[in-house]
């Protein structure tokens, strides 16, 4: 059986500092209002990686030797989280104060003997806390089996999914090539755009947004109560589902909207009738829509999201054909997918900003989870994860945050570092009911991930 739970033993925790500071780069590295949509907040992806043939001191060797030269390309990730004393606004302080290197052992535990479907009995005990005001968390996790993971922990402030990404990728190339970076990252926030004079947006973002406080979230005991797992998807089923979701003779339906309309069919099923209606919301990445040329903002560095949502019949959903629900999440996702939408986003937070003067911060609306039931999805997709540092690519990778008292349900969809088209879902926060949807039957979609599907078997005639 699985275990439910093992203890983390901290073996060593130093700080690193980049080796050649960038000549000239600001003292300050200020973020932008896009940053500010999320503030600032912990952010995780975990790999796991099975036993590489040479051990793990020489992975660890490697990991230790690129590090200065890797912050010294991602200069803000060597210093530290402020706040300016004037605004209380989160800044960067690039003081090269270093970035954290963490070894932990999960002593007498192996790979095989992880349950890798629940994240707070697994995943979620990998990753490590780190202080708030540390800008890098590289966190190195070794199992009994000789398997490891290796944890990229962040400040959203610094990084959506998308840089994230990037950050494992340049990561695992410095280390595989000894120093090498083929594309090195974007810090320049000068494609951005920036708030007008005077600002101007509409007057609906107002209602998208509402202040973070303990009078707007749900209680401890609702939030304890979700569930968090974590699913793969095979690549024939994503096929599947696009070839459903895409009308006869019309354009193919990309993978993710099909995926989205499957899940928000789900939602309906599981809400059945305790509610009359109930919503999708999406995180979308909009690089393209600030910077339309070919891979110009592929590795910047820092925060392009936006939000939207949209609430439908369940009945309605329940009947409709899989192709007319994502024609319906099809056409919610491309609504905001414009320069325009992120033009009004940096003018509201201009405004709003001030929020920070009092401690406070803002979040979307549905977060919160008030109203009709609620499903956040995002894609940290098409990105590839790569991760091989010389030694093997990861066999898994899940994005991974602390949700907090937010009442609405989640999930991301990552590409699987194997290239074979499927896709893990993590970073879920899910209520029992819509597990129990998800999971019915053998021919879910969505499977529960496993030691086993990830090639960590136990030991011939060894107990678990």
């Known amino acids: 059986m699985p275990l439910e739970r093992f203890d983390l033993r901290i073996a060593s925790r130093e700080l690193v500092r980049a ?23 912990p952010i995780y992806l975990v790999s796991i990686y099975p036993p590489p043939p040479c051990g793990l001191d020489p992975v660890l060797a490697a990991v230790r030797a690129a590090l200065p030269a890797y912050l010294s390309r991602f200069f803000p990730f060597a210093g530290r989280v402020v706040r300016h004393p004037d605004t209380n ?9 270093g970035a954290e290197l ?10 095989a003997a992880i349950d890798f479907a629940r994240f707070d009995g697994s995943l979620g005990m990998i990753q490590i ?4 005001g540390l800008a890098l968390s590289l966190q190195v996790v070794r199992f009994a089996c000789g398997g490891y993971s290796l944890t990229v922990g962040t ?3 610094l990084a959506d999914g998308r840089a994230l990404i990037v950050l494992l990728n340049s990561l695992a190339e410095m280390v595989r090539t000894g120093g090498g970076l083929s594309r090195g990252p974007l810090l320049d926030r000068s494609s951005l755009p920036v708030p007008r004079s005077p600002p101007r947006y509409s007057s609906s973002l107002d209602a998208e947004f509402t202040r973070f406080t303990p009078e707007t979230m749900i209680n401890p005991l609702l939030a304890a109560a979700m569930e968090r797992r974590v699913y793969r998807i095979d690549a024939a089923d994503l096929v599947g589902l696009q070839k459903a979701a895409s009308p006869g003779g019309g354009r193919r339906t990309s993978r993710f909207v099909a995926l989205c309309a ?5 939602l309906a099923r599981a809400v059945g009738d305790t509610d009359p209606n109930c919503r999708m919301a999406w995180i979308l990445e909009g690089r393209r829509c600030i910077q339309p040329s070919e891979g110009a903002l592929d590795l910047y560095m820092g925060n392009v999201v936006t939000y939207t949502s949209r609430e439908a019949s369940v009945a309605e959903l329940l009947r409709a054909p899989l192709h007319e629900v994502a024609a319906a999440a099809g056409a919610a996702m491309a609504s905001v997918m414009t320069r325009d939408r992120f033009q009004e986003l940096v003018d509201w937070v201009e405004v709003n900003k001030t929020a920070y003067k009092d401690g406070g911060k803002w979040t979307e609306a549905v977060n919160l989870g008030l109203g009709s039931p609620a499903l956040v999805i995002s894609g940290m997709l098409p990105f590839a994860i790569d991760g091989d540092l010389g ?15 937010l009442g609405s349900a989640s999930m991301m969809a990552v590409p699987c570092p194997s290239g074979d088209g499927s896709w ?7 209520w029992p009911r819509l597990v129990e949807v998800i999971e019915a039957g053998p021919d879910s979609m969505l499977k529960p991930l496993t030691a086993a599907s990830l090639g960590f078997e136990a030991p011939h005639g060894s107990r678990l």
């Open 155 to 157: 400040n959203h402030l």
């Open 391 to 405: 030694f093997g690519k990861p066999r898994m990778v899940s994005p991974w945050l602390r949700h907090g008292r």
């Open 19 to 41: 080796s050649r500071p960038p000549p000239g780069f600001p003292a300050v590295h200020a973020v932008s209002n896009l940053d500010l949509v999320l503030g600032p907040l």
């Open 102 to 111: 963490v070894v932990a052992d999960a002593a007498g535990v192996p790979l």
């Open 262 to 266: 499957h899940v928000w069919k789900l």
């Open 424 to 430: 893990f879902i993590g970073g879920t926060r899910l």
């Open 129 to 132: 806390p780190f202080d708030a």
């Open 89 to 97: 606004v989160p800044e960067v302080a690039c003081s090269n104060a």
